[in-house]
């Protein structure tokens, strides 16, 4: 599985394109030939460190739930921001037969439209202090896309389960 983050790769992305297309070509080609299906997460909105401090710290030291038009982003948003690294993981990939995407940023957007950096339902933050990387209740919410994309794979391969225990015995 290869796990693309926003961050340093995306601004890296949007300075020079043209010079790491080439070498991104080779590293998916190298590694998809390595496997049978090359799983790529798409990366994820960086919420802008100041917001996820200041959410972080409300919450867990008042209790206080940030209102919910504080918190929401548009998915348009993510898209223009992680344009870059969309841009490049997508070029870099065509014409890769067994790559498969595994989007975790549209968990994160209830409607399609909205996105949001708190779960209201559950009282949870989504994304971590820094407001790069999830936090392990926002993992726990992306964990079924990844296993939906895993057990489409082995169905893709034909990978029975049953028949691999029966096999061991």
Request: charged share 25%; glycine share 6%.
């Amino acid at each position: 599985m290869l796990v693309l983050g926003y961050g340093l790769a995306n601004e890296l992305a949007k300075k020079h394109f043209e010079r790491m297309l080439p070498f991104a070509k080779s590293t998916i080609a190298k590694l998809s030939s390595l496997t049978d299906y090359l799983l790529i997460t798409l990366p994820m909105y960086y919420v802008d460190e100041e917001i996820a401090h200041r959410y972080a710290r409300n919450f867990r030291q008042k209790g206080v739930i940030p209102e919910r038009n504080q918190t929401r982003f548009l998915y348009e948003d993510y898209l223009e921001q992680c344009a870059p690294t969309l841009t490049l993981i997508g070029e870099a990939a065509k014409g890769c037969p067994n790559c498969r995407f595994i989007d975790t940023q549209s968990l994160f957007c209830e409607d399609g439209i909205h996105c949001d950096v708190f779960d209201y339902d559950c009282q949870k933050l989504l994304y971590d202090w820094g407001g790069r990387h999830p936090t392990d209740y926002g993992r726990s919410r992306y964990q079924p896309a990844y296993e939906f994309v895993v057990n489409r794979v082995y169905e893709e391969i034909g990978y029975k389960e049953d028949a691999t225990a029966s096999e061991e015995e």
